[in-house]
């Protein structure tokens, strides 16, 4: 049963940080590239980051790009978000995936990121 469980959410103020993870479980996670992306209600989900299966350089969305870290830890069946100088346009339900179940519209429940003071 694959399942795709998304943490690290919260409150925080423009400018602060968080650091999401998402735990993969039920399919060989080392095996396949992994995404972050965020969707905002009433609007199309954005990728925002995604990386490899291993080695190679992870990607980014302009949006993010010197602000935001992807990494994983294919031990733990483990993907990271690290989110420095947060804005309030970062708000957004956050989720990971990967094209395997994305393409079936299979997700997590996600996490939600408000940015506010």
């Known amino acids: 049963q694959v399942q795709l469980v998304e943490s690290g959410g919260g409150l925080v103020q423009p400018g602060g940080s968080l650091r999401l993870s998402c735990v993969a479980s039920g399919f060989t996670f080392s095996r396949y590239i992994m995404y972050w992306y965020r969707q905002v209600p009433g609007k199309e989900r954005e990728l925002v980051a995604s990386?490899?299966?291993?080695?190679?350089?992870?990607n980014y969305a302009d949006s993010v790009k010197g602000r935001f870290t992807i990494s994983r830890d294919n031990a733990q069946n483990t993907v990271y978000l690290q989110m420095n100088s947060l804005k309030p346009e970062d708000t957004a339900v956050y989720y990971c995936?990967?094209?395997?179940?994305?393409?079936?519209?299979?997700w997590g429940q996600g996490t939600q990121v408000t940015v506010s003071s």
């Open positions: 990386i490899p299966a291993t080695g190679g350089s992870p």
């Open positions: 995936n990967t094209p395997i179940y994305s393409r079936v519209d299979f």
